[in-house]
């Protein structure tokens, strides 16, 4: 039975519960190592697998993950469906922490982070005008208002390099900006997804007020943690809800065809060990 749906654990959500049939992968990529072995199990009569983002024991700062190595995974055992787990800051008073927001837009303004697979001889250009696969959006939220948590639906998440949080006067531009969110880790999630042709979509866990709110401008992680882990038996709650409801077939988004018009090399001119490279994204493409 193929894994087509993939599980991405952020802060606090470092594995699954309930699954069945477990077995522990330990992958490698052309692109390195991920974050740590895969976790591949059933719930609800579905194949997932499960990677906690940070690594066993939170070893990894956002900056530090190999998110080419995560996607590049994930899609090399079958998968078609990315729920990702994150835990944000809230840019809106109404926002309060331990509600989910279920984003459908992202504003990139990290520094220094590998966002393509391309390059080396290969050039391609994808559409990331909506970067969260909308059809997962609405199942996750169907999912998490069914377990009885506030949930926003829509929303801009702006992903910071970190690991330090904002400061007061970032955090009044990004409100005067109109963001909702702040977090660490949907960019380059988003857009390696979206090359990878996964439907990829965040549930994120609000956690705290950021820094702009005058009775909460004191971020620290102990706070965050008490409210994420709060929170984390509620996303669990969640993430199987949506599992149930996640399709056997993909309809209703462009995700599955997203490179179909992308590649802007000539298919002669790929220098043959970037096309063996990259042969499980773009083979369809230039072998057909």
């Excluded at 199942?139 to 929303?155: I, N, P, S």
């Excluded at 992903?159 to 109109?178: D, I, K, N």
């Excluded at 390696?192 to 609000?206: P, V």
């Amino acid at each position: 039975m193929s894994v087509k749906i993939g599980v991405i654990g952020g802060t606090g959500f470092y594995e699954m519960e309930g699954l069945a049939d477990i077995e522990e992968v330990d992958l490698d990529t052309p692109f390195g190592k991920p974050s740590d072995s895969l976790t591949l199990g059933t719930i609800e009569g579905k194949r997932v697998a499960f990677l906690p983002r940070h690594g066993n024991g939170h070893r990894l700062l956002p900056s530090e993950i190999n998110v080419r190595a995560n996607i590049y995974a994930l899609k090399s055992l079958g998968v078609e469906w990315i729920i990702s787990v994150s835990a944000v800051g809230s840019l809106k008073m109404e926002i309060e922490p331990r509600h989910f927001v279920i984003p459908d837009q992202l504003y990139d303004h990290t520094k220094d982070r590998k966002s393509t697979f391309f390059g080396e001889g290969l050039v391609a250009h994808i559409s990331l005008a909506h970067p969260f696969c909308p059809t997962l959006s609405q199942l996750l939220y169907e999912g998490a208002t069914e377990v009885g948590e506030m949930t926003h639906m829509g929303g801009t998440y702006i992903c910071m390099e970190g690991p330090a949080f904002s400061t007061q006067a970032e955090s009044t531009v990004y409100r005067q900006l109109g963001f909702d969110v702040i977090g660490m880790t949907a960019a380059p999630e988003a857009k390696l997804a979206r090359e990878a042709e996964i439907c990829y979509a965040t549930l994120a866990c609000s956690t705290d007020y950021d820094c702009w709110h005058p009775e909460h401008d004191h971020v620290t992680t102990e706070m965050i943690l008490q409210n994420l882990f709060a929170n984390v038996e509620m996303a669990r709650q969640a993430v199987k809800a949506v599992i149930h409801k996640i399709p056997a077939k993909r309809e209703g988004c462009t995700c599955p065809h997203a490179l179909e018009k992308a590649i802007a090399t000539n298919p002669e001119r790929i220098p043959a060990d970037t096309r063996r490279k990259l042969d499980l994204l773009i083979g369809k493409y230039l072998n057909a």
